[in-house]
């Protein structure tokens, strides 16, 4: 029985030394990984945000060169058909999209979805200014039909797009 006490004494103030080093362990590789975690939060954002930032200037570029108004008096030729300044205006629309497609990696869903929802609402635009042309109209009579329908649209999906980018750009800040 005395031989049972002395280990007893023994083993108990063992495990509680064992048991509390395991303890102040835990703890401590909690923080280690808190601490890194922060840190690899924190290289992260360094590295994305100048990315973030980009794409949403060039998101908002993209959909200030689609802009109806910006296109036609950019790409104004006022000697082609009507159905060749379509064409080239529906190009010039899919060409400035291509190019940015990318952009979609930096900016959240809701964002990219309003940037292709405005890419397709100014393409309707322009074929429906299209389709109301004759065989004899030109490039200044369908400038001229895109800007009584962005006039009869109000506010363009265009320009609600963009709103709504520098609202979302601003909150990252």
Do not use: C
């Amino acid at each position: 029985m005395e031989y049972l006490f002395q280990i007893a004494l023994i083993s108990l103030p063992a495990g509680a030394v064992i048991f509390t080093a395991i303890y102040f362990m835990r703890k401590t590789n909690e923080r280690e990984l808190l601490n890194l975690n922060m840190q690899l939060k924190k290289e992260r954002q360094e590295f994305f945000l100048p990315n973030r930032v980009e794409a949403y200037q060039r998101s908002i570029l993209l959909l200030e060169r689609i802009h109806p108004n910006s296109m036609l008096m950019r790409l104004s030729n006022p000697g082609l058909p009507s159905a060749a300044f379509q064409v080239k205006l529906l190009s010039s629309i899919r060409e400035e999209y291509e190019h940015n497609i990318a952009q979609q990696m930096y900016i959240s869903t809701q964002a990219w979805d309003m940037v292709k929802k405005s890419k397709e609402e100014t393409i309707k635009i322009i074929n429906i200014a299209g389709q109301q042309m004759t065989a004899t109209s030109n490039g200044m009579d369908l400038a001229g039909k895109i800007f009584e329908i962005v006039a009869e649209v109000g506010t363009l999906p265009t320009e609600i797009a963009v709103e709504n980018l520098k609202k979302e750009l601003q909150k990252l800040f």
